[in-house]
């Protein structure tokens, strides 16, 4: 139950974020989630001996995260200086020559990883009308339906692992609860609040969704299988740290994102 309170915690200011305050309001929320994320990943990568240049990390990902915000801001230009800055600064640390370029690629992964895909959330908010409002919290909504019934699933019905190297917990039977969930969640979405989604949106979006979210949770366990983790942090009760939770939204938000793009609200 602790797992529940606390996405239910978790989803009640994010709701009122996205639905009622204004898309700068909710960069914000996405710079402290991006905030906790990279102290997180720099923590796993410390595990292992590398030392990330933190404070690179969050001003990078922050940054390319308000290209999605401004379009006054060109994210080829912020990639290309980050690509360029980045590099350039790590020459004027003192690193083991056997560490440096580990310590590098544990810089830049993290900045594109979190920042350029936690801009597709605040891309979603940005969408003119409705839209802009009603697909952030879709997503949040679908993605922590999906993760709590793979994970209730899991532990009441699963036989089958689906990753047992990555994480052994995981079981085909609780992917298929989750997807299940998911796409009863987009219907409760389409009754709740979104209500130009089509039956067919529905389907397609609650597998889609709980698809991807199910990968991104893999790629960040594999993460942390990697730095000999359990979580990457403690600071959600019955959650684990904000990475843990976050990881499927990061995978799924591009596929919303896009989807939307390819249907058109025209479709809606």
Same mark, same amino acid.
């Given at each position: @139950? ?5 996405? =239910? ?11 009622? @305050?204004?898309? *700068? ?15 997180? /990943?720099? +923590? ?23 290209? !999605? ?31 440096? /370029?580990?310590?590098?690629? @544990?810089?830049?992964? #993290?900045?594109? !990883? ?27 909504? =679908? ?9 209730? +699933? ?38 709740? /609040? /979104? ?9 397609? *979006?609650?597998?889609? *969704? ?37 990881? +499927?939204?990061?995978?799924?938000? #591009? ?7 390819? @249907? ?5």
């Amino acid at each position: @139950m602790k797992r529940v309170f606390s996405a =239910v915690v978790l989803l009640a200011p994010a709701f009122l974020i996205t639905r009622f @305050m204004s898309p *700068l309001a909710f960069f914000a929320l996405v710079g402290v989630i991006l905030g906790a994320a990279a102290l997180e /990943f720099c +923590g796993l990568a410390a595990r292992r001996g590398y030392q990330p240049q933190k404070m690179a990390v969050l001003p990078a990902s922050l940054l390319l995260a308000y290209a !999605f915000l401004d379009p006054r801001v060109d994210l080829q230009f912020v990639l290309a200086l980050i690509l360029l800055f980045i590099p350039l600064l790590a020459l004027t640390r003192r690193d083991p020559m056997d560490k440096k /370029f580990g310590n590098l690629i @544990m810089t830049l992964f #993290p900045i594109l !990883f979190l920042g350029l895909l936690a801009g597709y959330m605040v891309g979603l908010r940005i969408l003119p009308g409705a839209d802009g409002h009603d697909l952030p919290f879709l997503l949040l909504f =679908v993605v922590a339906a999906a993760d709590t019934g793979a994970y209730y +699933g899991g532990r009441t019905l699963g036989r089958h692992p689906m990753a047992p190297r990555l994480s052994p917990r995981k079981t085909w039977e609780g992917l298929l609860v989750g997807v299940a969930c998911a796409v009863a969640a987009t219907f409760v979405a389409r009754l709740w /609040f /979104f209500h130009s989604l089509r039956p067919l949106d529905c389907v397609t *979006l609650g597998i889609l *969704l709980a698809l991807v979210g199910s990968a991104g949770d893999l790629v960040e366990s594999s993460l942390k299988r990697w730095a000999g983790a359990k979580d990457s942090s403690g600071l959600i009760p019955g959650h684990g740290g904000v990475l843990d939770r976050v990881d +499927g939204l990061l995978f799924a938000a #591009p596929v919303l994102f896009y989807y939307h793009q390819v @249907m058109g609200t025209s479709a809606w």
